[in-house]
């Protein structure tokens, strides 16, 4: 075995044992709340060991939001890919509904987090300063370059991407209190579709 199948083996087992923390530490929090799920019972539900859990996450509340957090790289990406001539509210819409699809795949995840991002207050802080305000920083960047603009001195990118996060904030608390059929996408689709909307 060469040194790039090695690395790729080695990149490999840690992302699983990523996943397997992210997916054990939801299970645990839902099933026996936040403050009460210590950082060792879910080292243990994943079968590694908790200096392990500290070597992937810092605290409890980076591993519940694991996958939030590397949603900020496709996120990223879908506004890159969206066509240079597209209006940039309309680009935004895009890019943001194509990272809600991936709320339906992991509906039950998504679910713990964002009641917990209700309840618990070091999880809402942690949503906040570092899902959220992530997310938003990678709007501002995208939409400032579209403009053609400095988002320090012109205020439209940070204008913008907050109005995406509110739309996503008020799809996500429909979605959560909702039945379990309902759809985030077309919930989120529709809040972000508001935005244009507005000034009619």
Request: proline share 4%.
């Amino acid at each position: 075995m060469g040194p790039t199948q090695e690395l790729g083996r080695r990149d490999r087992k840690k992302n699983d044992t990523r996943d397997r923390l992210i997916n054990e530490a939801a299970r645990l929090f839902e099933a026996n709340g936040f403050d009460e799920t210590t950082t060792a019972e879910i080292a243990d539900a994943a079968d590694v060991a908790q200096r392990t859990l500290f070597r992937h996450f810092p605290t409890k509340e980076a591993v519940l939001f694991g996958d939030m957090v590397d949603l900020r790289h496709e996120l990223h990406d879908a506004l890159a890919a969206r066509p240079d001539d597209e209006p940039v509210v309309e680009a935004v819409r895009q890019a943001v509904l194509a990272l809600a699809d991936d709320h339906m795949r992991h509906a039950q995840r998504r679910r713990v987090q964002f009641r917990l991002a209700a309840a618990v207050p070091s999880v809402s802080a942690y949503s906040r300063a570092v899902v959220q305000t992530g997310w938003e920083r990678e709007i501002i960047a995208a939409a400032a370059a579209r403009l053609g603009v400095d988002p320090i001195t012109d205020p439209r990118p940070e204008i913008l991407a907050g109005a995406a996060m509110s739309a996503l904030r008020v799809a996500t608390r429909q979605w959560t209190a909702g039945p379990a059929t309902a759809d985030f996408v077309d919930l989120a689709d529709q809040a972000l579709r508001a935005i244009a909307e507005i000034q009619r």
